[in-house]
């Protein structure tokens, strides 16, 4: 079974910083990787998708890394901003018959004050 | 950009009542996916549907049913309510499986 873990669980930095997000997953044989943001109480919001056969992806400020063999992805913030502060969730699609699934990890809470 | 749209946003039920939500999904999307997300919980996957076929289950209880519709809408049908169903409820949408999965905007359910 497909197990997501993501660390550190929660995060405070000043406005400013550059932060990594860890996400880990224990079975390689993933279709793709998702990171998503999750305001309190709001809808899941898709920040970037790595597919098996990517490293990386960019989008903005945001840069997502795969590991498929190590069973890592890390999201990098440059330049952290106030309005990052949410909850990102990591999420692996694998398995199934085909039409695969996501498994999430528990999120790691981020807070960016001014 | 159309979005995936569930409805109701929210919606209050008692225990041991009936419950249905929808879910209409970005236009041609044929793959549509339900989760569970309880209180401070990271989202469980429930039911997929592919094609109007259900395609993948997960941890969806007995009491609960879904089906995906001619129009690729889907309806997730929930009896017998109990307290720990209270949860938000989203729905997803890809075009084919192991796809960029765009979720909807959620239904809060609480149960009384």
């Known amino acids: 079974k497909q197990e997501v873990t993501q660390i550190p669980a929660a995060l405070s930095v000043p406005e400013g910083e550059n932060l990594v997000l860890n996400c880990s997953f224990t079975d390689s044989a993933i279709y793709n990787l998702q990171w998503f943001r999750q305001d309190p109480g709001k809808g899941l919001t898709s920040l970037l998708l790595?597919?098996?056969?990517?490293r990386e992806q960019t989008s903005g400020r945001l840069n997502a890394s795969l590991d498929k063999s190590s069973g890592r992805s890390t999201l990098y913030i440059a330049a952290s901003q106030p309005g990052d502060s949410a909850t990102y969730l990591c999420a692996v699609t694998s398995g199934g018959s085909g039409y695969s699934t996501l498994t999430f990890g528990k999120g790691t809470m981020l807070l960016v004050s001014p | 950009a159309a979005g995936v749209i569930q409805s109701p946003r929210h919606l209050i039920k008692e225990k041991r009542e009936t419950a249905t939500l929808k879910c209409y999904p970005i236009?041609?999307?044929?793959?549509v996916y339900w989760y569970q997300q309880g209180p401070g919980q990271d989202p469980q996957f429930l039911i997929s549907?592919?094609?109007?076929?259900?395609?993948d289950k997960g941890s969806i209880p007995d009491r609960f049913s879904a089906q995906q519709f001619s129009d690729y809408h889907s309806e997730l049908n929930m009896s017998s309510l109990e307290l720990g169903d209270s949860a938000l409820y989203f729905c997803a949408s890809s075009r084919g499986g192991a796809n960029e999965q765009f979720f909807g905007p959620g239904t809060r359910l609480t149960v009384l």
């Open positions: 549907f592919y094609e109007k076929m259900q395609s």
């Open positions: 790595i597919q098996s056969s990517q």
């Open positions: 236009p041609r999307h044929d793959t």
